[in-house]
């Protein structure tokens, strides 16, 4: 498969604090990558750098084939304008932990903002795909319910249709059953497995092993800012290689 993500040598610093120490990422087309680690070990910071809501401070992203955030001039990268890297996030998703709903707009209405003003589609042609996004998702019956009105899970799956409606070719998932009670995580999850059933490039940060058993591709394990180990999931969860992705496994499963 074609890499539709690559990450080369990626670091990033908060102050004094390295957070990310040259990070290499390679994500085929169609693939689900899932990312473990403990807290504290770069992972949100390193989605967060693919969709350049974090600026990288060494090395390069890029997504299908283009740079995320710069563009290059000999050998020397240059920040793009805030509207180009607008443009780019629209065929990123990105899934955060707390849903990030608009809580003044109506579910449909939060799945129709963006498509009708960053991509200027007719309102009409939005509100048909929004609709059948929420049928899939299974939440049809919620369109005009507020954000409130729903569950944790409720919540989450009108995320994921947001980020949907714009037809990206990632799909970014920062530990999106974290906030949700035990019972509500199954139902965000079988979203998530429909998406790998149907081929969407994903790269899922969590801590559900099970799900990562089941639906990755591949197994990243992060510690202190570094790929520690990576591979397919029976060899990464069930022979794991280094001392480290050991220790982190013992714990959680």
């Not at 299908?64 to 001039?73: E, F, N, P, T």
């Not at 240059?78 to 932990?97: M, S």
């Amino acid at each position: 498969m074609s890499a539709m993500v690559e990450l080369r040598s990626v670091r990033k610093s908060f102050g004094a604090l390295e957070v990310l120490k040259g990070v290499d990422l390679e994500v085929g087309a169609g693939e689900v990558t899932v990312v473990l680690g403990p807290s504290g070990s770069g992972k949100s910071t390193l989605l967060r750098t693919i969709n350049h809501l974090e600026k990288v401070d060494g090395g390069w992203v890029s997504v299908d084939g283009a740079l995320v955030g710069y563009r290059r001039s000999g050998d020397k990268l240059y920040e793009l304008r805030e509207r180009e890297v607008l443009k780019q996030r629209t065929q990123i998703g990105f899934v955060f932990q707390n849903f990030n709903l608009f809580p003044h707009l109506t579910v449909l209405e939060n799945i129709v903002e963006a498509p009708v003003s960053a991509l200027k589609r007719p309102r009409k042609e939005a509100v048909a795909s929004a609709e059948a996004l929420l049928a899939r998702v299974g939440l049809a019956d919620k369109a005009d319910a507020y954000p409130k009105q729903l569950s944790g899970g409720q919540q989450q799956r009108v995320a994921i249709a947001r980020a949907l409606a714009l037809e990206p070719k990632l799909l970014l998932f920062d530990e999106p059953t974290s906030a949700l009670d035990p019972e509500l995580v199954g139902e965000v999850l079988d979203v998530i497995k429909d998406l790998a059933r149907r081929g969407t490039t994903m790269i899922v940060v969590t801590h559900e092993i099970g799900f990562a058993r089941e639906v990755a591709d591949t197994v990243v394990f992060m510690d202190d800012g570094q790929v520690i180990e990576r591979g397919a999931p029976g060899d990464v969860l069930d022979k794991p290689q280094h001392e480290r992705t050991r220790a982190f496994l013992s714990k959680v499963l």
